[in-house]
């Protein structure tokens, strides 16, 4: 978050607006060398998701269900995910208990992250990962541990793959993404703004945070983004 900050600050001090998007430098950073910062709120985000684990738990009768998560924690916006998903899923099912928090965002250590997960909590009822390699680390890994419609997975970020697992519907029951056509134009009609001197001085910018959990929302995404492009 901070590497960048030298870079920021120059462009600025230049007169050389900058645009952030996803992710940027700190708040204080932002306040003084940003020109806008398109980001969806990673707390609501995580709320989301921890809405429809817990839609889940409840309409399975599962009351102290045990979940481990698989993250990407090096990136404030994934501490944030889960910190939503925690405090909606423990508020409504008070029992829930989040058992492990290892690191896996790329999609070979979280497949290796979510076996090892599996194999030392035999009585775990879901994975949740903060991100796509994650989500699709955690859904491989179930489907190699024989676990499919035992354990359940609730993820992060919508790509083709993930949307024919969504689709299919055995293991992964929800994902929580910010599309990046939608992002994508957000931050182009803001840059438009910016360099027309239009902005009206909002430095942050909430962009749609979109909730997926059926098999339908699964197919309906892939028919509307062919090109494999979130």
Excluded at 60 to 87: L, Y
Aim: charged share 25%.
């Amino acid at each position: 978050e901070n590497g960048s900050s030298r870079t920021v600050r120059r462009a600025s001090e230049a007169g050389i607006p900058v645009i952030c998007y996803n992710t940027c430098i700190n708040q204080k950073g932002v306040d003084k060398y940003v020109s806008a910062y398109l980001v969806g709120d990673p707390l609501e985000f995580g709320k989301k998701l921890g809405n429809a684990a817990a839609d889940y738990f409840i309409a399975n009768k599962i009351d102290q269900p045990k979940i481990a998560v698989i993250n990407c924690e090096a990136f404030e916006v994934c501490v944030q995910r889960r910190k939503g998903f925690e405090e909606v899923l423990k508020a409504r099912v008070p029992g829930a208990q989040i058992v492990a928090n290892q690191e896996g965002t790329v999609l070979d250590k979280a497949i290796s992250v979510g076996e090892k997960l599996i194999i030392s909590t035999p009585d775990l009822n879901a994975i949740m990962g903060e991100s796509g390699g994650a989500t699709l680390g955690a859904v491989k890994a179930v489907r190699n541990q024989n676990q499919a419609g035992k354990i359940a997975v609730f993820g992060s970020d919508m790509t083709t793959e993930i949307a024919q697992e969504l689709e299919n519907n055995q293991v992964l029951k929800a994902v929580v993404d910010i599309s990046g056509k939608k992002m994508g134009n957000a931050v182009f009609a803001q840059t438009l703004k910016v360099i027309n001197k239009q902005a009206d001085g909002e430095k942050v910018i909430q962009v749609p945070i979109d909730l997926y959990t059926k098999t339908e929302d699964g197919k309906q995404w892939l028919a509307t983004h062919v090109d494999g492009l979130p």
